[in-house]
């Protein structure tokens, strides 16, 4: 069993829904990270959350440390969206990220 | 623009040539790390430094090497390329704290 899993993998979505991406890791941790691979394959940084919720423009993330569970959010979905979703974290006195295999995300207009 | 510089591209090796992607970084960032995409499966942690002169090997170390002569550079070295590394290489950088974490473009590379 992998120590980060992500639900589900693959998610299609018509334009403006609303849009949720979980994530449960097994390990005890200092942060969770939520990363975006847009279809270029490039990858960008989204948030790092340690506890509680932040917010993006359409972007909300939350974490519950008890349950060791995160989810992200996407408001109004938009076609631009599209990309794989990656949950990574960090494990307690490491300086090393496990990721999560990444959701795959469609919005159709 | 700053940020994490990655080079190449692309690549095609031929089985036991070697190589070295490049990695460079103008944020002054401490930590620096390689990891290889595959499909089906997480990035995975090749090797990874906190600070110039430091390294250690991540989960899928076996036929690469690194160096951290300075803070900007972090070269992966490929020894002998085999067909098992052909995959999509990221160098990614973050700060003391690791707060976030820039990501290079990536590099595809083909063992054939």
């Known amino acids: 069993k992998n120590e980060v899993e992500q639900s589900p993998q693959n998610l299609t979505a018509q334009e403006g829904e609303f849009i949720t991406i979980n994530c449960s890791y097994s390990v005890g941790i200092s942060a969770l990270h939520w990363l975006q691979q847009h279809p270029g394959g490039g990858i960008v940084s989204l948030f790092m959350?340690?506890?509680g919720k932040k917010k993006h423009g359409r972007l909300i993330a939350t974490i519950n440390i008890q349950e060791k569970h995160s989810s992200l959010h996407i408001t109004a979905s938009h076609p631009r969206d599209s990309a794989v979703y990656i949950c990574?974290?960090?494990?307690?006195?490491?300086?090393?990220?496990?990721f999560g295999t990444g959701t795959r995300l469609q919005v159709f207009p | 623009n700053a940020g994490v510089t990655q080079t190449p591209k692309f690549q095609v090796l031929k089985t036991g040539q070697s190589m070295t992607l490049q990695c460079a970084q103008d944020?002054?960032?401490?930590?620096m790390s390689w990891y290889r995409q595959d499909p089906g499966m997480g990035l995975r942690l090749i090797h990874y430094?906190?600070?110039?002169?430091?390294?250690d090997q991540g989960e899928v170390p076996n036929g690469y090497n690194v160096s951290r002569s300075t803070t900007e550079d972090f070269p992966l070295r490929l020894l002998s390329a085999a067909p098992s590394q052909t995959s999509v290489y990221f160098c990614a950088s973050s700060s003391q704290g690791f707060y976030g974490y820039t990501f290079g473009s990536g590099t595809r590379l083909t063992v054939v």
């Open positions: 944020m002054n960032h401490e930590y």
């Open positions: 959350l340690s506890s």
């Open positions: 430094s906190v600070g110039a002169g430091i390294t």
């Open positions: 990574a974290v960090r494990p307690y006195n490491t300086d090393k990220l496990i």
